[in-house]
């Protein structure tokens, strides 16, 4: 997912304090109990949502990274953050910090899929009684609908789903039915037929793009006219840009799912849409606002460290900051120019230009994954690039980079467009709004040569950043997540083999190892970095609560009021 677009197993407390540390010197100058891959870093001691503690209304300062609030839509940390806690899949993940939190449960189904002896069938049973927010009935056949629906709003979402049986036809003629999902409402029953096993399927099921909706949804963006919900909260309105409100489903019972869904402690979440990183912060200082999405800016850190330190939350979710470039556009179909930038740029300086919360990387993969070995293919040299560029026979070549408009991402085009220059080739920024930055990369018409990109698990698996982010395979003409539009047969071919592998061995997770070091040598993307983030929240907020989820970062319904 791209997001400030995810996630980690606990740190030390050695690294911890590095982290802290960085904050002071940089200022003064994402049905498995243990996941495959990592799990939130958060500094705190609570691990489920407490319950029992209910409050009238959170207000959040939030940013404008909101790309939809149609679970068939978003595909962005902003978006996720409020629709986990709105539209329910048929299993998702527990409520809870830490490792824990990558446990899947039964949400919407009676019990987790059984699993036919040869990996290509699932069969689920849904819980009998249950509705949604406007009183209408869930049916076991609105999954079936639901899936349908993604591949009818070309939902970015839907190569997820297409080794099951009958999607790809699905997929060309968007009429009938997928034939894989049989269901009957009767029994509640639902079953899935993959053409080929499929490792991580379970987690596909906890997506938001699994989440059931009625069969009726209209099959177009429904952001702004909320469709009835089926979790402990439903939108009540949404202006884009501006304001969201949440509140409760009237028709929610935790207990008739298990207790695996908390009911939430807000009433009601009013969520302020902010554009500026200083603006937030001051809101949530002076009250105004609850909880600062934002991250606090670099200048600011050393003082809001300083003087509200026991408000401030620190966490490194799995994510990796890259900047991607477009193998099917010149000059970057040359891989002499795709291994010059990752020569030219220098990692620690792009780390430093977001306040030092940071390591550097050149891995696909972040460094918690069990699956990561350290790559080391570009150490910084200039030189090196410069004659690259020359070898390449591509100096001189016109680029434009492209990024959106919030936080310290800018900066690091800004620095990467002067490096660009540096090393013999002609670059300009082009900075969008950041609505519309990822449909506007992922779309093919716009031909986007070079720019900035991150990703944060939508579950931990190594599929969820090869499969998704650099097969060939799945390149899509619009919602594309394959920004390098990256297509290796041999890549490619590894990725479907070790796909089919049920269970993450140490012999397979050194395969996926060996996967991110071909992908490395073919440079489609430039890796730098590995970020922390910050949740800071005003004095009358009460943190023993904070619940920082391996998927879906802060858990805005865990929350307490002092």
């Given at each position: 997912?791209?997001?400030?677009?995810?996630?980690?197993?606990?740190?030390?407390?050695?690294?911890?304090?590095?982290?802290?540390?960085?904050?002071?010197?940089?200022?003064?100058?994402?049905?498995?109990?243990?996941?495959?891959?990592?799990?939130?870093?958060?500094?705190?001691?609570?691990?489920?949502?407490?319950?029992?503690?209910?409050?009238?209304?959170?207000?959040?300062?939030?940013?404008?990274?909101?790309?939809?609030?149609?679970?068939?839509?978003?595909?962005?940390?902003?978006?996720?953050?409020?629709?986990?806690?709105?539209?329910?899949?048929?299993?998702?993940?527990?409520?809870?910090?830490?490792?824990?939190?990558?446990?899947?449960?039964?949400?919407?189904?009676?019990?987790?899929?059984?699993?036919?002896?040869?990996?290509?069938?699932?069969?689920?049973?849904?819980?009998?009684?249950?509705?949604?927010?406007?009183?209408?009935?869930?049916?076991?056949s609105d999954f079936a609908a639901t899936i349908e629906r993604d591949f009818k709003i070309d939902s970015p979402g839907v190569g997820f789903f297409g080794n099951i049986v009958g999607?790809?036809?699905?997929?060309?003629?968007?009429?009938?039915?997928?034939?894989?999902?049989?269901?009957?409402?009767?029994?509640?029953d639902i079953t899935i037929k993959l053409n080929t096993p499929q490792g991580d399927f379970t987690n596909i099921l906890a997506t938001e793009f699994a989440a059931l909706l009625p069969?009726?949804?209209?099959?177009?963006?429904?952001?702004?006219?909320?469709?009835?919900?089926?979790?402990?909260?439903?939108?009540?309105?949404?202006?884009?840009?501006?304001?969201?409100?949440?509140?409760?489903?009237?028709?929610?019972?935790?207990?008739?799912?298990?207790?695996?869904?908390?009911?939430?402690?807000?009433?009601?979440?009013?969520?302020?849409?902010?554009?500026?990183?200083?603006?937030?912060?001051?809101?949530?200082?002076?009250?105004?606002?609850?909880?600062?999405?934002?991250?606090?800016?670099?200048?600011?850190?050393?003082?809001?460290?300083?003087?509200?330190?026991?408000?401030?939350?620190?966490?490194?979710?799995?994510?990796?900051?890259?900047?991607?470039?477009?193998?099917?556009?010149?000059?970057?179909?040359?891989?002499?120019?795709?291994?010059?930038?990752?020569?030219?740029?220098?990692?620690?300086?792009?780390?430093?230009?977001?306040?030092?919360?940071?390591?550097?990387?050149?891995?696909?993969?972040p460094p918690t994954y069990p699956q990561y070995k350290k790559l080391a293919l570009y150490p910084y040299d200039l030189a090196k690039a410069k004659k690259l560029i020359q070898d390449?026979?591509?100096?001189?070549?016109?680029?434009?980079?492209?990024?959106?408009?919030?936080?310290?991402?800018?900066?690091?085009?800004?620095?990467?467009?002067?490096?660009?220059?540096?090393?013999?080739?002609?670059?300009?920024?082009?900075?969008?709004?950041?609505?519309?930055?990822?449909?506007?990369?992922?779309?093919?018409?716009?031909?986007?040569?070079?720019?900035?990109?991150?990703?944060?698990?939508?579950?931990?698996?190594?599929?969820?950043?090869?499969?998704?982010?650099?097969?060939?395979?799945?390149?899509?003409?619009?919602?594309?997540?394959?920004?390098?539009?990256?297509?290796?047969?041999?890549?490619?071919?590894?990725?479907?083999?070790?796909?089919?592998?049920?269970?993450?061995?140490?012999?397979?997770?050194?395969?996926?190892?060996?996967?991110?070091?071909?992908?490395?040598?073919?440079?489609?993307?430039?890796?730098?970095?590995?970020?922390?983030?910050?949740?800071?929240?005003?004095?009358?907020?009460?943190?023993?609560?904070?619940?920082?989820?391996?998927?879906?970062?802060?858990?805005?319904?865990?929350?307490?009021?002092?």
């Amino acid at each position: 997912m791209n997001r400030r677009h995810t996630w980690k197993w606990l740190v030390t407390a050695a690294s911890l304090s590095v982290g802290l540390a960085l904050i002071a010197s940089a200022c003064g100058s994402s049905n498995k109990a243990a996941p495959a891959g990592a799990g939130t870093t958060t500094t705190s001691t609570s691990t489920t949502a407490s319950g029992g503690k209910t409050f009238a209304n959170f207000r959040l300062a939030y940013d404008t990274g909101i790309d939809y609030l149609d679970p068939g839509l978003s595909y962005t940390v902003e978006g996720w953050g409020i629709l986990w806690n709105v539209y329910l899949p048929l299993v998702g993940y527990t409520h809870a910090n830490g490792p824990a939190g990558a446990t899947i449960v039964p949400y919407l189904a009676k019990d987790l899929p059984k699993v036919s002896p040869d990996g290509k069938t699932y069969s689920l049973t849904l819980r009998s009684g249950l509705k949604y927010s406007d009183g209408t009935a869930i049916k076991a056949s609105d999954f079936a609908a639901t899936i349908e629906r993604d591949f009818k709003i070309d939902s970015p979402g839907v190569g997820f789903f297409g080794n099951i049986v009958g999607a790809d036809k699905f997929a060309k003629t968007k009429s009938g039915h997928i034939g894989g999902i049989t269901t009957d409402d009767t029994t509640g029953d639902i079953t899935i037929k993959l053409n080929t096993p499929q490792g991580d399927f379970t987690n596909i099921l906890a997506t938001e793009f699994a989440a059931l909706l009625p069969a009726n949804s209209p099959a177009k963006d429904q952001s702004t006219t909320p469709l009835p919900s089926s979790g402990p909260y439903m939108i009540k309105s949404y202006a884009p840009n501006k304001k969201a409100i949440v509140v409760r489903n009237p028709n929610f019972d935790a207990a008739a799912l298990g207790g695996n869904v908390p009911a939430g402690n807000p009433d009601m979440m009013t969520v302020d849409i902010i554009g500026d990183d200083t603006v937030a912060l001051q809101r949530v200082i002076s009250g105004q606002d609850d909880y600062d999405f934002h991250q606090i800016p670099p200048d600011r850190l050393a003082t809001t460290q300083q003087k509200y330190g026991d408000q401030i939350k620190i966490y490194t979710p799995a994510n990796t900051y890259y900047f991607f470039m477009n193998n099917k556009v010149a000059p970057f179909d040359n891989l002499k120019v795709r291994q010059a930038v990752n020569y030219a740029i220098n990692r620690d300086a792009l780390v430093r230009i977001y306040g030092g919360l940071g390591q550097t990387t050149e891995n696909v993969l972040p460094p918690t994954y069990p699956q990561y070995k350290k790559l080391a293919l570009y150490p910084y040299d200039l030189a090196k690039a410069k004659k690259l560029i020359q070898d390449s026979g591509q100096a001189g070549a016109t680029v434009t980079v492209w990024n959106h408009d919030r936080g310290s991402d800018p900066k690091a085009t800004a620095y990467l467009t002067d490096v660009l220059n540096s090393i013999g080739l002609k670059a300009k920024e082009k900075v969008i709004n950041s609505a519309v930055y990822w449909t506007t990369v992922g779309n093919q018409a716009t031909k986007a040569q070079i720019g900035f990109a991150d990703w944060f698990q939508d579950y931990p698996h190594p599929l969820d950043w090869f499969d998704v982010l650099l097969n060939g395979d799945r390149i899509t003409q619009t919602h594309n997540n394959n920004y390098a539009n990256f297509d290796n047969k041999a890549v490619n071919a590894k990725i479907a083999t070790l796909k089919k592998e049920p269970t993450l061995t140490d012999a397979v997770n050194a395969q996926w190892a060996s996967v991110d070091k071909m992908v490395d040598e073919q440079a489609p993307w430039a890796p730098f970095m590995n970020r922390q983030f910050t949740d800071f929240f005003n004095s009358d907020m009460d943190l023993s609560c904070y619940v920082n989820h391996v998927l879906y970062q802060f858990d805005y319904a865990s929350i307490c009021h002092k």
